[in-house]
């Protein structure tokens, strides 16, 4: 994204280039690189024998690790930042190589991104039937990633929406629970509910057990597309589901919500949510293109369209907030009308 005193070829190469940099990242997960260097600081020599890896092509690798903070060097030896070894080593606390693994498939499709803007079809299909019928490895890779990807926000969320003690919440296609799970952290005897697909959940509760956190929400297997929502419950939650369904099926989310929520209950609506001309911000055109890529209808609908439907299903908005730096998502809190 161009920098505003940046000569157009500068910025033009920057994302033109951007590429190598993902490419470099993506390598060194495939070639098994941090976790290698993570065990013990080494020479690039070493680095290559452990990883099977050509050892002049290596040391390029690992110096443009280097480049990019991926890597440290002290005289020949090459260090993985100790804040970086929960993101890219498997297995280390909070473990986010599932965003690794995602983003490894991810781009090898990107590649092909006029194809899919030409046929206007998914070229890495991630909606309903597809988690059902998919392989469930690809499943558990999105909800790793998804895992990683809401943590933060799913802290900001409790901060900005706290629940009332020994309120009930559900959390509709809730993922990996980690929304859930943040809740019923911070708010004393709250039951959390997450609803979701049968792969989903079971990945989900591995995910979960992993962290020690799997006894926090209550499991439901359902498709929010033909089942009813259990209820009645204070609150529901609907984060990052918007973005991946048409109108249609949000309308039916949302009127599936409110049936289940008492009078006065609280409707959470979190997600990515453009300007109303939506091409703003950056990150955001890029995440409803990458929608695209993934489902059928996916788009990240501006706040304002959001809210439209929320009124017109019986709930009144309470606010509408951005989640603030460094994530772009937004909140809509509203409240369920009678
Ligand atoms: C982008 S993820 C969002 C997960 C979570 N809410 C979060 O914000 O981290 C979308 C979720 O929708 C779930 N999902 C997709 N189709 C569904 C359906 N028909 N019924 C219930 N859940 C579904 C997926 O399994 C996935 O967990």
């Known amino acids: 994204m161009a920098a505003a005193d940046e000569s157009p070829i500068v910025s033009l190469r920057r994302t033109l280039y951007a590429y190598q940099a993902s490419a470099a990242l993506l390598a060194a997960h495939s070639l098994g690189i ?6 013990k600081p080494q020479v690039a020599g070493d680095v290559a024998r452990r990883c099977g890896a050509d050892p002049r ?22 260090v993985l930042p100790r804040e970086l070894a929960p993101f890219v080593v498997p297995g280390v606390d909070g473990d986010a190589t599932g965003l690794l693994d995602l983003t ?28 059902l019928a998919g ?16 943590r933060q926000a799913a802290r900001r ?44 959940i079971e990945a989900a509760h591995e995910i979960l057990t992993a962290e020690g956190l799997e006894d926090r929400v209550t499991y439901r297997t359902g498709d929010y597309r033909q089942d009813p929502f259990p209820g009645p419950v204070d609150a529901v939650l609907l984060s990052n589901l918007f973005q991946t369904e048409s109108e249609e099926v949000c309308r039916t989310i949302l009127a599936k919500s409110r049936e289940a929520l008492r009078p006065g209950g609280t409707l959470l609506v979190h997600g990515m949510m453009n ?9 955001g055109t890029m995440f409803s293109l990458l929608m695209y890529v993934l489902f ?15 009124n017109q299903e019986g709930f009144g908005i309470r606010f509408i907030r951005p989640l603030g730096p460094p994530l772009f998502s937004k909140l809509i809190l509203a409240t369920r009308l009678e």
């Open 157 to 200: 969320l409790v901060e900005m929406a706290p629940l009332l003690p020994g309120s009930t919440l559900l959390d509709v296609a809730g993922g990996s629970g980690i929304f859930a799970a943040e809740y019923a952290r911070v708010i004393p005897d709250l039951k959390a509910i997450l609803l979701d697909l049968a792969p989903t």
């Open 275 to 283: 300007e109303p001309d939506e091409t703003k911000p950056p990150e």
């Open 34 to 39: 941090f976790p290698t260097i993570h065990q």
């Open 296 to 310: 059928d209808h996916g788009r990240a609908y501006p706040a304002e369209t959001i809210s439209g439907w929320i």
């Open 57 to 78: 092509g290596m040391e390029r690798l690992l110096n443009a690790l280097v480049g990019l903070g991926l890597l440290h060097k002290h005289g020949a030896t090459y």
């Open 104 to 131: 490894a498939d991810l781009y090898r499709t990107w590649g092909d991104l006029a194809r899919g803007v030409k046929e206007g079809v998914p070229l890495h299909r991630l909606s309903s039937d597809a988690l």
């Open 135 to 150: 392989d469930p490895a690809r499943v558990r890779n999105y909800i790793r990633a998804v895992h990683t990807n809401s």
